[in-house]
């Protein structure tokens, strides 16, 4: 076996990338293919759907009917993937600098909610929400907020929801970058003067960028396609998100053209973004120095 | 006939019973719900997935089937396997060992059929979406009974896939069937479905906080004991029918525009800030909790809900309510229409149908099962024979409506308003 594996040593790279490689055309080249085709369908579950290229009016149409939802869903992933970094930055920042023996227990401590299945933890966040529930509840007794105010069926819901789920994949990330920065960097720009915050602003918080960077990423295209959230927690139509609306296209109106042509433009929106993302940033180089 | 139900009743778990001590069957039935749909739309068209998710299903016949070995019963050639397609918590459980239905195991102690029932059905567009390749190519669809609601059983028979029932091998449906679901327009002989439970969609609330309230009209005042707190249900025959009787026109004749008025009504109330949400089954939870105080709701649930919360109210609007069916259908092409035929007859023994009543409490289609079940010797249950939403009469029936049986056209004009309406 070694021997014929010593034979054949430049096929080991691709033996090894075979599993990859049939689960990524399996499961991604083989349904994207099959949604792009049915995104230039037209007509009806009932009366059966046919090809045409000129029906790439599902795109503009699509585009032009839920501007709204896509608009949202830009804004909402945006506002999500920035209080996402406000809350991690910090919490990466003390586990990696400051943690000391406990540094393993808050990593756990990060990703244990993990060990409970995602939509119970939206649906627990209901109930915390709720309009009397633990957090309104007393508020509302003390006073502090109207009778009427709710959390429950508003943006502040849905962005928090989704914020709430993304953390640990903004967090994770950064702690690495931050973990790997050699402290005699650190030291030896206090022994050239520098204050703690020049030396955070120079050092410390440029060599974090790659880990930001794949946080931001992390976060903010899931949180573009997210619809769990705006299902469970906004449940309003000012909160729907587009993927909501690929959910009731394919699924409740049989509309299986607009829904594949909106997965479409949600993927091209995406990929553009990100590459505009990582022009303005400018972390290739820094990934691949720091990787 | 009457060996066949010698325990009848003496299992006091209910639907409701059960509902109560599950809450998180709403989040497995989400999961299930979101797993059938994603089947239905990657892979229509494989049908018979369905039987084969027998071991999760936990199939009651597995465990009853030696009994039926023991004696079996010589009738005409029932077939060895029924199988069966329902919509979840829809049939009679044993107490002590939940996925067994006294029903089921009558019907194969008596025919010696094993039932390979399933609870396959979540949504009427999903379960259809599974079905129809088959369909279409002239295939059995591995289902030999279906339950489809009206309007979908509607299409699938004017598309002419449903087996013609023979009505000889089904004296109990012919007799026992109640007389307001017989000859619908979209099944004039009476012999391509059998209804299998009927439900009233009319106003639900919480009376302790909004008092008694008996007019759809109250869905779009601002006031300030519900503004906020207000949903809708998100089937699209169900809240543009109530909205079309508060506007005093009749959902059984609903045009596209009595569509678009409808849907132009109901925007206020929703820019007005009155409607909360468009929901499904989970209204009951923000019910329950009360984050929704007033709304638009299925008579069973809120029998259910009242175990946890006494002050929770059904009524039947001033303006009328509606009322829908779900009905037994035999694909095209089953393999086991003779057995499915049996089936079809057994549920309409009144005193089965009172058995599956007593256990799901909605409206039985079936005569005599009041009375089956008024002779019950647990008095929790016999009392269930004085439940107007059970047991509705005459001047009740009068209140409800049905909806129109839209065209394919009107159909898709239909859900995509209300689609938009409800922000996708």
Redesign the interface.
Known sequence: MTALLRRYKSIVPYLLLTPGLIWLAIFYVY?SVQMFISSFWSG????GFTFSLSNIHNYTDGLSRYQD?IIRSVFFAAAATVATFLISFPLAYTIAFRAGHYKNLLLFLVIAPFFT?F??RV?SW??IL????LLLGPLKSAGLVGD?F?I??TPVAVISGIAYNFLPFMTLPIYVSLEKIDKRLLEAGQDLYASPWGAFRKITFPLALPGIFAGTLLTFIPAMGDYVNAELLG??????MIG??V??????????PTAAALSFILMAGILVAVAVYARLLGTEELMSSAG | MSEQHPSLFSRTLTRRRLLRGTALTGVAAFLAACGTAAQSVVQSAAPSVAPSEAGSAGPPSAAASPSAAASPTPVPSPAAELNFANWPLYIDQDTSNPPKSPTLDGFTKKFGTKVNYRESINANEDFFGTIRPALQAGQDTGWDLVVLTDWMAAKVIGLGWAETIDTANTPQFVANEADNLRNQSWDPDNNKRAPWQSGMTGLGFDAKVVGEQTSLAALWQADPRWKGKVWLLNEMRDTIGLTLLKLGKDPAAATNADCDAAIAEIKKAVDGGVVRSFLGNDYKEGLIKGDLVLGTAWSGDVIQAQLEKASLKFNIPSEGGMIWTDNMLIPKGAAHKYTAELMIDYVYDPVIAAQIAAYVQYVSPVKGSKEAIAKNADPAVAALAKNALMFPDAATLGRTHIFKALSADEDKYFNDQFSTLQGN
């Open positions: 349904p009806s579950l009932e009366g939802q299945s939509l119970l649906i209901r109930t709720g309009d009397d529930g009427d709710r429950l069926a449940q309003t139509p000012a909160t729907k909501n609306v959910q009731s296209r394919f699924l409740v109106n049989n509309d299986y």
